[in-house]
């Protein structure tokens, strides 16, 4: 079975439906596609011949977050309570998710990626929360997610530098659960969605209900203060400063206004 959208391709084989999404060059986010993504996982959840899915996108990105590019701050203001709506869907779909990150997870790519219950991953792979560079608090939920899979201190390294790390640092953090070569993330993650297949799908999604028992709505809470953050630093001058920093591929120069 396979299903196309716009940007979207489904296709479901050995109990494994893989989701694959593509926009080409940096694969950025916006509402209308993560509310397609959710839509997508809303169905396979009613489909009793998937059992496990694999999150995947085309290109040399896996995802570079959303385009803040041209937004001023009433825009992105407005984008990002649209996409987040939808993002939190996404924590609410009940069969397990494995993530091919073939390449940059930035942003709210580096967001999406915790979706996942796992992560393979590369050498070639970077990942950066890298909000605070662009002068606003993080988003997509990842003052959870992120501190629940590392810890508050290795998170706060992340949120506070903003550095980018290799995917061998984030193997090593335990940010990414497998580590092979460029070559075989999409392979290697549809193997672990199938050897999970192959367990019973009814003890799989009680299991899955029980390990992340209430951790939807505690990421749904943090998200809306997160937003409340993020709608004040929209409309600072260090927000400006921020995007036309890293438009300009320069250091950004802060002034605390």
Same mark, same amino acid.
């Given at each position: 079975?396979?299903?196309?959208?716009?940007?979207?391709?489904?296709?479901?084989?050995?109990?494994?439906?893989?989701?694959?999404?593509?926009?080409? @060059?940096?694969?950025?986010?916006?509402? /209308?596609?993560?509310? /397609?993504?959710?839509?997508? *996982?809303?169905? &396979?959840?009613?489909?009793?011949?998937?059992?496990?899915?694999?999150? /995947?996108?085309?290109?040399?990105?896996?995802?570079?977050?959303?385009? &803040?590019?041209?937004?001023?701050?009433?825009?992105?203001?407005?984008?990002?309570?649209?996409?987040?709506?939808?993002?939190?869907?996404?924590?609410?779909?009940?069969?397990?998710?494995?993530?091919?990150?073939?390449?940059?997870?930035?942003?709210?790519?580096? $967001?999406?990626?915790?979706?996942?219950?796992?992560?393979?991953?590369? @050498?070639? #792979?970077?990942?950066?929360?890298?909000?605070?560079?662009?002068?606003?608090?993080?988003?997509?939920?990842?003052?959870?997610? *992120?501190?629940?899979?590392? $810890?508050?201190?290795?998170?706060?390294?992340?949120?506070?530098?903003?550095?980018?790390?290799? $995917?061998?640092?984030?193997? #090593?953090?335990?940010?990414?659960?497998? &580590?092979?070569?460029?070559?075989?993330?999409?392979?290697? #993650?549809?193997? &672990?969605?199938?050897?999970?297949?192959?367990?019973? @799908?009814?003890?799989?999604?009680?299991?899955?209900?029980?390990?992340?028992?209430?951790?939807?709505?505690?990421?749904?809470?943090?998200?809306?203060?997160?937003?409340?953050?993020?709608?004040?630093?929209?409309?600072?001058?260090?927000?400006?400063?921020?995007?036309?920093?890293?438009?300009?591929?320069?250091?950004?120069?802060?002034? $605390?206004?």
């Amino acid at each position: 079975m396979t299903t196309n959208t716009t940007a979207i391709t489904v296709s479901l084989s050995d109990h494994v439906a893989t989701i694959t999404f593509e926009r080409p @060059p940096h694969n950025f986010v916006d509402a /209308a596609l993560i509310c /397609a993504l959710a839509d997508q *996982l809303e169905a &396979l959840d009613k489909n009793a011949d998937c059992r496990a899915v694999v999150l /995947a996108t085309n290109g040399k990105v896996f995802c570079a977050g959303a385009d &803040l590019s041209s937004a001023n701050g009433a825009a992105a203001s407005a984008g990002a309570a649209s996409l987040y709506t939808h993002a939190m869907r996404l924590f609410r779909t009940t069969k397990p998710i494995v993530a091919a990150v073939h390449g940059p997870a930035i942003g709210a790519g580096m $967001g999406l990626a915790l979706v996942a219950d796992f992560r393979v991953t590369c @050498p070639a #792979a970077r990942y950066s929360a890298s909000f605070a560079r662009l002068g606003f608090h993080p988003g997509f939920g990842m003052t959870t997610t *992120l501190p629940n899979l590392i $810890g508050v201190q290795k998170a706060a390294m992340l949120f506070y530098t903003g550095r980018r790390i290799d $995917g061998a640092q984030a193997y #090593a953090m335990g940010i990414a659960d497998e &580590l092979v070569p460029d070559a075989e993330v999409r392979t290697r #993650a549809i193997e &672990l969605a199938r050897e999970i297949a192959t367990s019973a @799908p009814q003890a799989i999604i009680s299991t899955r209900a029980e390990l992340r028992r209430d951790l939807a709505d505690k990421i749904t809470a943090g998200n809306l203060r997160e937003q409340k953050f993020q709608e004040a630093q929209f409309a600072t001058a260090d927000f400006k400063e921020g995007v036309a920093a890293a438009a300009e591929r320069r250091a950004p120069i802060f002034t $605390g206004s």
